[in-house]
């Protein structure tokens, strides 16, 4: 769909690389996807704060102050559990989903569904949408959000940029709009798109950049048009969409690394002597040790076996063991 197509094809290879793996262990990918995702939600609310915005919802106590980090990670991180256990059951996210998520993060938001005055993003130029076109345009963005027939990341990122553009609610958008992004990465096994906050200035530069470019692009169609969702974007939208597949690429790349440094291998050696299971012990540590890689060995000397955990690959396990006269069993530990 989008002009984007080898970086959201790189994107999607690295993904389908990390899942093929029979050496990445998959409970290590949900612990390390989980802290990323709950870093970048954490870090999509602390941006607004920095904005200097009034009104934060759940960044916000009820005295008006700025909540303290632990009470903002526990507020975000229990609205995305609650996001998790609305749509657990569901292939892709709907409006009514989208709009309790908006209620979540503001009390600004409680009165009706969508937003009924005109508003302005605080210190950009670009002007939203007269609040009469809002449902039309959520009801084309939730028809492109599920389509299953769009890539992921792409329907991830349209998520992102039309709910921020089109503003439909009077405050937290912007959360929205990642939050609902990051639902659709987890439920594909994409690694969520983390913008910490000194790059906010940089974010939105683009962000505008890209959504003013959009309105002039799409100033002569009917809202909501197939139109608007035309693999032909601006340059303007292409250099926003990329950085975000870009910081998505990089993830992925932590992700992979994490888990390369983290691979785990189980070694027996049926009735041979317990000297060799110790030779090997000492031939994985000094592999580790030569290349300066983080890893450790565990011999079980009475119930014979070695467990290796670190940044090695099961092809060097076995070279190395070959090495040593004896029958052993190889077990990769993947859960």
């Not at 992921?152 to 940029?161: D, G, M, Q, S, T």
């Not at 959504?211 to 303007?236: H, N, V, W, Y």
Request: aromatic share 8%; with cysteine.
């Amino acid at each position: 769909m989008f002009t984007l197509q080898p970086q959201i094809g790189e994107a999607r290879r690295k993904k389908e690389a990390i899942l093929r793996n029979p050496e990445y262990s998959r409970s290590k990918r949900t612990q390390f996807t989980n802290m990323l995702q709950l870093e970048s939600n954490v870090n999509s609310a602390i941006m607004e704060i920095a904005s200097g915005s009034t009104e934060m919802g759940v960044t916000k106590s009820s005295t008006g102050d700025v909540d303290s980090p632990h009470v903002l990670k526990r507020n975000v991180e229990d609205i995305w559990k609650w996001l998790l256990e609305e749509t657990e059951d569901k292939i892709s996210i709907d409006q009514p989903n989208i709009i309790a998520l908006a209620k979540k993060f503001s009390p600004m938001n409680t009165n009706f569904n969508y937003r009924q005055d005109r508003v302005h993003m605080k210190g950009l130029q670009y002007a939203p949408p007269n609040p009469l076109k809002v449902p039309e345009l959520m009801d084309s963005v939730e028809h492109h959000i599920s389509c299953q027939d769009i890539n992921p990341l792409e329907r991830a990122l349209i998520a992102h940029f039309h709910i921020t553009r089109i503003q439909p609610f009077n405050d937290g958008n912007k959360r929205t709009a990642r939050m609902v992004q990051n639902l659709i990465l987890h439920k594909n096994d994409y690694v969520p798109i983390l913008i910490k906050e000194g790059e906010r200035s940089f974010y939105i530069d683009l962000l505008e950049s890209a959504m003013i470019a959009f309105k002039d692009r799409t100033s002569s169609l009917a809202p909501g048009s197939e139109s608007c969702f035309t693999p032909e974007l601006s340059q303007q939208e292409r250099q926003f969409f990329s950085y975000l597949v870009a910081k998505e690429v990089s993830a992925l790349d932590d992700v992979k690394d994490h888990l390369a440094k983290n691979r785990e291998y189980l070694v027996t050696m049926g009735r041979q002597e317990p000297g060799v299971l110790y030779a090997g012990k000492k031939l994985i540590k000094g592999f580790f040790r030569k290349r300066d890689l983080n890893g450790r060995v565990k011999l079980n000397q009475q119930e014979r076996y070695l467990k290796i955990f670190g940044d090695i690959s099961r092809d060097q396990v076995e070279t190395i063991l070959d090495s040593k006269p004896g029958q052993y069993e190889l077990k990769t530990i993947t859960d």
